[in-house]
């Protein structure tokens, strides 16, 4: 099972495991003028949601609040209704308070930035640019030869699925298995994980599930 420290549920400070971490919006895209947030409940107990904007009438949430059963995950749908050009380039920010179930006290909450653009094209976060490489004026080695096409090995395009699936496979059985003071587990120590493991292994699921959804 996932349990956290009692820490964690007093001070606040409880890790929310939500997907994406940020949201962006493009004025000539329609399709992206939606989007879902995907939150993960790793934990042993339900977990009550709310989720609040900076601004709330350019938006609107399917379900702005409600519940997250334990070992599951739940969609948060959020439309952007104000797409015009006095919007693209504003940060807006989404928070994502948590709270225990049937209790008022706030054990957890992240923070979601999203931004409108104009396109893709005109998105100022780009990590990298890149550029044309100039071509060497020497000629080509003697040694090097063309071979045809038909000779060439095929790519194999099955080796990354299948990878993605064992290790969605792995993560899944790594969150069944019992963890670290866990009374009753008959299990040998190195099946014994611990909490930061198992945060680990929900972390690379969620990765893992926003893969598989992309494709």
Do not use: W
Not at 76 to 87: F, S
Not at 121 to 132: A, G, L, V
Request: net charge positive; hydrophobic share 40%.
């Amino acid at each position: 099972m996932f349990s956290q420290p009692p820490s964690a549920f007093s001070d606040g400070r409880l890790p929310i495991f939500v997907f994406p971490s940020s949201l962006k919006f493009y004025s000539n895209d329609q399709a992206t003028h939606k989007q879902v947030l995907t939150m993960y409940n790793p934990y042993d107990i339900s977990l009550r949601f709310k989720v609040l904007s900076t601004s709330p009438r350019k938006f609107s949430v399917v379900e702005s609040e409600g519940t997250v059963k334990s070992k599951c995950r739940v969609d948060i749908v959020i439309r952007h209704q104000d797409i015009c050009i006095d919007n693209e380039g504003v940060g807006d920010k989404f928070r994502i308070q948590v709270f225990e179930r049937g209790r008022r006290k706030k054990i957890g909450e992240k923070d979601i930035p999203a931004v409108l653009y104009p396109s893709k094209e005109m998105d100022d976060t780009t990590e990298d640019r890149f550029e044309t490489m100039s071509v060497s004026p020497k000629p080509p080695r003697a040694d090097i030869k063309n071979l045809p096409i038909q000779n060439a090995r095929p790519a194999d395009t099955s080796g990354p699925g299948l990878v993605v699936i064992l290790a969605a496979i792995m993560c899944i059985g790594a969150l069944m298995l019992p963890t670290q003071g866990d009374k009753g587990s008959r299990l040998p120590d190195y099946l014994v994980l611990t909490v930061n493991q198992k945060l680990i292994a929900a972390y690379v699921l969620g990765l893992i599930t926003m893969v598989l959804l992309k494709t």
